[in-house]
Nanobody, 122 residues
Framework: VQLQASGGGLAQAGGSLRLSCAAS????????VGWFRQVSGKEREFVAC????????YYTDSVKGRFTISRDTAKNTVSLQMNGLVPEDTAVYYC????????????????WGQGTQVTVSS
């Protein structure tokens, strides 16, 4: 599957952004799909994912209650709605997919999209 991420940009603290990950090749429900983020000089970290088939969602603790991941099978996309942004959310965000149930504990997904920069100003 090929993944195309979009939607990054600049937001003020407390603001919102929406990221989208468009998949081609297979349906998004055939994979666990999610988002990771990386700050320069640090390891890439898991943010959120939606499980294969059932669509159960998982989040890292720091974004729970602020970010929402969703799947649109008609458009073959997975989106990440980010509300209540804080400067610590500033990072390059990567869409990822794996041929398994979830992305929990996965450090090397099978597929990566290109990164999209999210910058939150205070």
């Amino acid at each position: 599957v090929q993944l195309q991420a979009s939607g990054g940009g600049l937001a003020q603290a407390g603001g919102s952004l929406r990221l989208s990950c468009a998949a081609s090749g297979r349906t998004v429900s055939s994979y666990a799909v999610g988002w990771f983020r990386q700050v320069s000089g640090k390891e890439r970290e898991f943010v959120a994912c939606i499980s294969r088939s059932a669509g159960t969602t998982y989040y890292t603790d720091s974004v729970k209650g602020r970010f929402t991941i969703s799947r649109d099978t008609a458009k073959n996309t997975v989106s990440l709605q980010m509300n209540g942004l804080v400067p610590e959310d500033t990072a390059v965000y990567y869409c990822a997919a794996a041929d398994r149930g979830t992305l929990l504990g996965v450090t090397r997904p099978d597929f990566w999209g290109q990164g999209t920069q999210v910058t939150v100003s205070s």
